[in-house]
Nanobody
């Protein structure tokens, strides 16, 4: 099982980025998958999670209305579209999965067992 995140970079406040997470070893038709982030000196935060079983999504309050999680089952890839970025969004972003649960809310509020390497997002003011 592997998850590989990409798409991070430097963007000005108000800009957009799309992160991608290519997964292997499992398919996007049952487990919960999602995005977490960790800023320097802060705890890891569940940003957005998706149940690939029933398509229910969960967003942290801090990103509601700005971020959108989606998946491409054929490409086995999960995306995070980030709009209206603010400096507080600066963090290392990780994709994660919970192969034993289908709940997006549970994943975003738990400690996932399956992680990918992170990708750095820096938002300048």
């Amino acid at each position: 099982v592997q998850l590989q995140a990409s798409g991070g970079g430097l963007v000005q406040a108000g800009g957009s980025l799309t992160l991608s997470c290519a997964v292997s070893g499992f398919t996007l038709d049952r487990p919960a998958v999602g995005w977490f982030r960790q800023a320097p000196g802060k705890e890891r935060e569940g940003v957005s999670c998706l149940s690939t079983w029933n398509d229910i999504v969960h967003y942290a309050d801090s990103v509601k209305g700005r971020f959108t999680i989606s998946r491409d089952t054929a490409k086995n890839t999960v995306y995070l579209q980030m709009n209206d970025l603010i400096p507080e969004d600066t963090a290392v972003y990780y994709c994660a999965a919970d192969l034993g649960h289908t709940s997006s809310y549970y994943l975003c509020n738990s400690h996932p067992s399956t992680w990918g390497a992170g990708t750095l997002v820096t938002v300048s003011s």
